[in-house]
């Protein structure tokens, strides 16, 4: 038996349960279903050309059943995908909740409920623990995506709303009624919003504009490698990017004062698209190779955080902290000292990740800045 708090709803009649399920609890409770789903056949052809996705394809489609009595659509690959990788967006930027919003589960079997103090519709909730006891009525790509990754799962509580007097005329008609209309924002309104009227902080504007245009720079070694606002084909977060510059914003002003920070300011672009070029000139393999993890968001985070020893050094070299000549020269013992290798996904990236994200950016920072220093 599973035991969760729960909150009883009653609306019009009927009664439903708000609470929520660690994402053990999914896998264990809740059977995936779809009307229709791909033959073996095309099934086996997938297969084969999606061996080396990051997605365990083959486990999915184990995990989803084929019935005439279901309602769901079928399974949406690219939303999967997409899913997926924001998870890993939010596991790494550790700034937004990955699903903040309640799926909506059904059950066949009445549940018990036990009231606990003086509120009688808070209490505890308790659900065999059976698998595929529970169906999921909306959210059913959100919880797949969980548990889709290659060798590893997605650890975080689920927010649910859970229905246990439904019968089946009832469920059908509250699963069209969720999904007759979809509250979509258009890209173009997204493009609209995405300027300096989001943000009323200037640190987080400024950071926005030198991303954006990282991203959309033609000569940027960046360019089209950040989702911005979420939406684009990029791998790397905005917000991780984001965070990483304002704090480096706000050390700047508070070492330097207002002048140092206005001058940063004024040159901020400039500097960052020099210096990612630099970055690139200096590990080209690392840069253009598949299997190789320094355009990933903890690595860029790093290059972000050792900015001020990157400009302090151009600055002595050219007297120019924002010279491209000056960041080059600055930076050229990393590929010495430090090397394409070191980003090696498999090799010692890997190794050196054992520590989780936080502490992979804090080492390499450490390694950046010891590799500047004169022998």
């Not at 009624?177 to 300096?196: F, M, Q």
């Not at 920070?261 to 590990?283: D, G, S, V, W």
């Amino acid at each position: 038996m599973i035991t969760v708090p729960a909150h009883k709803v009653r609306q019009f009649g009927v009664e439903f349960y708000q609470t929520s399920f660690t994402s053990g609890d999914v896998q264990k409770l809740v059977k995936f279903e779809v009307l229709n789903y791909p033959s073996v056949e095309e099934g086996e052809k997938r297969r084969k050309a999606a061996r080396a996705s990051a997605i365990n394809w083959e486990m999915l489609e184990k995990r989803i059943a084929r019935s005439e009595a279901a309602f769901q659509r079928p399974v949406i690959r690219k939303k999967i995908r997409e899913l997926v990788q924001y998870y890993l967006d939010c596991q790494e930027a550790q700034n937004l909740p990955a699903i903040p919003g309640a799926v909506i589960m059904i059950t066949e079997k009445r549940l018990s409920f036990s009231p606990l103090g003086k509120n009688p519709n808070l209490g505890m909730l308790e659900i065999p623990e059976e698998p595929g006891i529970m169906r999921c009525l909306d959210g059913q790509h959100r919880l797949l995506a969980l548990s889709a990754q290659t060798g590893r799962s997605v650890e975080i509580d689920v927010p649910a709303v859970v229905f246990d007097t439904l019968d089946a005329r009832q469920i059908v008609e509250l699963f069209v009624t969720i999904n007759a209309k979809h509250t979509r924002l258009n890209p173009s309104h997204l493009i609209s919003l995405a300027g300096r009227r989001l943000y009323t902080d200037p640190y987080q504007a400024l950071a926005h504009d030198i991303i954006r245009r990282l991203n959309e720079e033609e000569d940027s070694p960046l360019r089209g490698e950040i989702k911005v606002l979420g939406v684009g084909k990029g791998h790397v977060s905005q917000a991780s990017l984001a965070d990483e510059m304002r704090d480096l914003f706000s050390n700047i002003e508070k070492i330097g004062g207002s002048s140092r920070f206005k001058e940063f300011e004024q040159n901020a672009k400039r500097y960052f698209l020099n210096y990612f070029k630099a970055i690139q000139a200096i590990f080209p393999k690392a840069w253009a190779g598949r299997k190789y993890s320094i355009k990933t968001g903890a690595a860029l985070r790093a290059f972000i955080r050792v900015s001020p020893d990157v400009m302090a050094r151009s600055k002595e070299l050219r007297n120019d902290p924002f010279d491209h000549i000056g960041i080059r020269e600055a930076i050229k013992p990393w590929g010495d000292r430090i090397g394409d290798g070191r980003f090696e996904t498999d090799g010692e990236w890997r190794q050196k990740l054992a520590g989780g994200t936080r502490g992979t950016v804090d080492l390499l920072t450490r390694e950046l800045r010891d590799a500047m220093k004169s022998p």
